[in-house]
């Protein structure tokens, strides 16, 4: 079974970096066809779909956090990390990993992390 796992700083100054790093165990992050994909939630706020890396290394991100955001992995860890600039108190959320598939206009996430809270605050 799939399992991921979320780590990182749990507090974040603003205009500095948020980095996290997701580490997957149960399956390849290189395997066709899945992809890995970060997903945030501020507090009394729904889902917010961030980006994406896929199995080949393509990424995309959301159009209002491209600007901002970086996904990126480490195959020989089997890891994939993202990085969010610029940070304001506006990100702070829940961030989750998750494992993505099927149709990209319409994609699947079958496995999840249990999420890490990320605090954007002086």
């Known amino acids: 079974q799939v399992q991921l796992q979320e780590s990182g700083p749990g507090l974040v100054k603003p205009s500095q970096t948020l980095s996290l790093t997701c580490t997957v165990s149960?399956?390849?992050?290189?395997?066709?066809?899945?992809?890995w994909t970060w997903i945030r939630q501020p507090p009394g706020k729904g889902l917010e779909w961030m980006g994406v890396?896929?199995?080949?290394?393509?990424?995309y991100y959301s159009p209002s956090l491209k600007s901002r955001t970086s996904i990126s992995r480490d195959t020989s860890k089997n890891q994939f990390f993202l990085q969010l600039s610029s940070v304001t108190p506006e990100d702070t959320a829940v961030y989750y990993c998750a494992r993505e598939w099927g149709d990209s206009g319409s994609p699947s996430h079958d496995y999840w992390g249990q999420g890490t809270q990320v605090t954007v605050s002086s």
């Open positions: 149960g399956g390849s992050i290189t395997t066709t066809y899945y992809a």
């Open positions: 890396i896929a199995y080949d290394g393509s990424t």
